[in-house]
């Protein structure tokens, strides 16, 4: 398994949102965390690449124990993707720059290739004519 969460609880104060979550993720698998306002969905989420600071159980990604203070957390991150539901794109970058900027910046991967594989991906998701596009010229769904 890729992912797998035990007894997971996260508080804030007196205030528990996670309660116990255990969890496993199997390579390729996809899941859907769902519910209403306020229920923790974020929290659980910022809490699988320690953006939040877990109050006990433990969160393994790919066979490394997130909660284990020998655990070089950064990279670990370098592996898992996040994305916010307040998204900040760069307005003076292009859709391919911001897609690209992460590959070049923390992977240290050539222009040419993040590139290629940006174009890829867009291609994809059905935006390669919105390569060149800046985030002002989309809707909210293509940002």
């Avoid at 969890?23 to 390729?28: A, D, F, L, S, T």
């Avoid at 859907?32 to 877990?54: A, D, H, Q, W, Y």
């Amino acid at each position: 398994m890729i992912i797998r969460v035990s007894d997971l609880h996260k508080s804030f104060g007196d205030n528990e949102v996670l309660k116990g979550i255990d969890c496993e993720v199997e390579p390729q698998e996809v899941v859907c965390v769902i519910g209403p306002r306020g229920s923790g969905k974020s929290t659980f989420l910022r809490c699988l690449n320690m953006l939040e600071e877990i109050t006990s159980g433990e969160v393994v990604i790919d066979g490394k124990s997130l909660t284990d203070k020998n655990t070089k957390i950064n990279d670990v991150r370098t592996e898992i993707g996040m994305v916010f539901q307040q998204f900040n794109l760069f307005p003076h970058m292009s859709v391919l720059e911001n897609i690209s900027l992460a590959p070049r910046k923390v992977r240290g991967l050539s222009e040419q290739a993040v590139r290629e594989r940006g174009l890829k991906l867009l291609d994809k998701v059905g935006l390669g004519e919105k390569a060149e596009a800046y985030p002002a010229q989309l809707s909210g769904g293509q940002q």
